[in-house]
Structures are given as structure tokens and as C-alpha cells.
């Protein structure tokens, strides 16, 4: 007799970016230069309170976000991670046997998200331009589809959808259905036609926006994210929320990382410039890859996957595979990157 729910038997494990000690990680999205100034400081001056509980509301970090995005203080949650809070928006929203509908390939987070709550996964296949098939997910909508997850720009492949397709896609899965737009790499878009989901969207009652300080904010290790929505929405995750699960070195760094948002907007640029010339350099050994609105580029290698990223590592540089689909390459150093595009390369020449 098992002990555990059967029906997690199947479900794949979260697999995260793998670290080889002396090789280049560019496998798991982060910013390669170091914390925002401040952020040490003020994680290791919490830390001396760490026998403390961390404030609950987490209301000094909610402020500051509530003024920076322009909405009122009740429309902001916190939460270990983006990833956290989606698992908090499904429990809110969603029963054994509701549907939740999400692009796939997407998050890999998503089918554990939802065979955790019991509800059932409706993936749409991405387009053949490795994006959002925005119409089919809107047709995919029954009575059942308590939540759609719309990841935008879009993690594996770094597409993004524009202001018109997603007006047109909003306006037809209608307010009974909740849709949680996933905005972890917002601050890397560059394209004006892909809209600020909070600016545009979070006043209508069944959107739920979230953002994360892991990416562009450095703070990957720290586990902060955050979400927007409004407030009878937001006051129903709260009751799912684990108590207390945004720690108190987390919420200082945070608050530290907000002072600092100047430099954070330099390094997006670094790195959106590394981007480009990266893109650019791989057009020519894969053309018709996608262009990408995030930190990091996808080659659909398919089935030649994960001879790829075996290539790289061999020549020290790790990448994310995923075997029969792509290879997610994050955006790293000048020299990390031409020390991929070396591997590259010789993997594709």
C-alpha cells in the first residue's frame, strides 16, 4: 500500500540548471554579475535577527513595490519565488479535477504546479515560431478551466506575445477564468508591442501578474518573487500562502535591490547587448532562431538536444538542455558567451 498519492508516481522531478565545478553555468538563467550593491549589507545586518520571525505581511517590501508599480498596497503578494506563488494562485483557484491550460513547451514548473493541487493540464503546443498559440489556448478554455498561465516573455524560448494578440485573447477567454501572466523576465523585453502586464492588464478582476526578484534583481538564491492582482484575489492566496515563507534576509535584500533599481537597469543592458551579438552569432550557425525577449536564447535542436549540450560540456560550458525539443543557453559574461558560442560551434559546424 503506498503511503503517497499514486498518481504522483509518474510526474517528472523539477530539474534544475546543473553546476560542474570550473565549467561556465549557463544553464539556469541568472545574472552573472554578483549582487546589486546594498544587497549583502542589508541580507547580513537581517541575519542578526534570523532567531526572529521575519514580518509576516511582509509590509515594508509591499509598500515600496506598491509605489513603484503605481497600484494600492492590498493588490501585492510575496512569496518564496514567482514559482511559489504560482503554486499558491493554483491552490487558491483550483480543485481536483479543474483544468489549468498553459503553452507548452513552458515553465517545466507548470505540470507539477497542477498535479499538485489535483487539478488536470491542458498543454497547447507552442506555434512554429516556438511561441504562444494564443487562439488555441483560448479555444482549449471549457467549463471545467478554472486558470490559464500565459509565460510571457516565454521560458524555454524566450518568445513573447504582443499587446493586440493578448487584448484579443484576454477579451475572449472572458473574467470567469483566471489567468495568471508569468512575467519572471520582464525587465529584459526590449520590443514596445509586448505590454507591461501591470500597466496594462492588472485592473481587470481575473488577472494575476508575477514577477520575481531571482532574474534581472540578482537575487536567485534569496528566493523572493511577487505578484499582482486584485485585492479579493490577492486576500484569497493569502490564505494559502505558507506562513512566514518570505524570510527575513530575503525581504531586506529585496528592499536593498529596489534602491539600487539604476544599476540593476545598467546590467539588463549588458546583458540585453550580449543578447543581440550572441543572436546574431548563432543565426549563422542555426538560422531561424527565435528571437529571444529574455536573458537567455533557444536553439530547437530537437532530438540532436542533448548532443549539444554534451558538446558544450565537454568543452566546459553548461547549457539546459531539453531532450527532443531545444536547448535554453543563458546569456552570460562577454567572455562566457564566446567561450559558448566556441562550443557551439564546433557542436553545429
Not at 536573458?295 to 535542436?301: A, D, H, I, K, T
Request: proline share 7%; net charge negative; hydrophobic share 45%.
Amino acid at each position: 500500500m503506498s503511503l503517497t498519492r499514486a498518481d504522483l508516481d509518474a510526474l517528472p522531478t523539477y530539474v534544475p540548471g546543473r553546476s560542474i565545478p570550473g565549467a561556465i553555468k549557463l544553464a539556469s538563467n541568472e545574472v552573472p554579475y554578483g549582487p546589486l550593491p546594498g544587497v549583502v549589507e542589508a541580507a547580513t545586518e537581517a541575519a542578526a535577527n534570523s532567531f526572529r520571525y521575519p514580518d509576516m505581511g511582509v509590509v515594508a517590501l509591499r509598500e515600496r513595490l506598491a509605489d513603484r508599480l503605481g497600484v494600492a498596497v492590498n493588490r501585492v503578494a510575496t512569496g518564496c519565488g514567482s514559482v511559489a506563488l504560482a503554486e499558491h494562485v493554483t491552490r487558491a483557484s483550483c480543485l481536483p479535477g479543474d483544468e489549468i491550460v498553459y503553452s507548452w513547451r513552458s515553465f517545466e514548473a507548470y505540470p507539477i504546479i497542477a498535479a499538485g493541487t489535483g487539478a488536470t493540464s491542458i498543454r497547447v503546443p507552442n506555434t512554429a515560431e516556438h511561441g504562444h498559440d494564443l487562439a488555441a489556448m483560448a479555444a482549449a478554455v471549457t467549463s471545467r478551466t478554472k486558470l490559464v498561465i500565459v509565460c510571457n516573455p516565454n521560458n524555454p524560448t524566450g518568445t513573447a506575445n504582443r499587446r493586440a494578440e493578448l487584448d484579443e485573447f484576454l477579451d475572449t477567454v472572458g473574467p470567469d477564468v483566471l489567468v495568471v501572466l508569468d512575467e519572471a523576465y520582464r525587465e529584459f523585453v526590449t520590443d514596445p508591442d509586448i505590454p507591461d502586464g501591470v500597466a496594462a492588464y492588472a485592473d481587470r478582476p481575473n488577472v494575476v501578474v508575477l514577477r520575481t526578484f531571482s532574474k534581472a534583481w540578482g537575487l536567485a538564491g534569496l528566493r523572493i518573487g511577487y505578484l499582482v492582482a486584485q485585492p479579493d484575489v490577492v486576500a484569497t492566496i493569502g490564505k494559502v500562502t505558507t506562513p512566514f515563507s518570505s524570510n527575513l534576509a530575503a525581504q531586506a535584500a529585496a528592499i536593498a535591490a529596489l534602491d539600487a533599481e539604476d544599476e540593476m537597469r545598467r546590467r539588463c543592458d549588458l546583458v540585453i547587448a550580449e543578447r543581440t551579438r550572441v543572436q546574431a552569432a548563432l543565426d549563422e550557425l542555426l538560422p531561424g532562431i527565435p528571437a529571444s525577449q529574455a536573458n537567455f536564447v533557444w536553439l530547437p535542436l530537437g532530438a540532436g538536444s542533448a548532443e549539444f549540450a554534451g558538446v558544450c560540456e565537454a568543452n566546459g560550458v553548461i547549457v539546459r538542455p531539453f531532450q527532443g525539443d531545444g536547448v535554453r543557453v543563458t546569456i552570460g559574461t562577454p567572455e562566457e558567451n564566446d567561450a559558448f558560442l566556441a562550443a557551439a560551434e564546433k557542436a553545429l559546424v
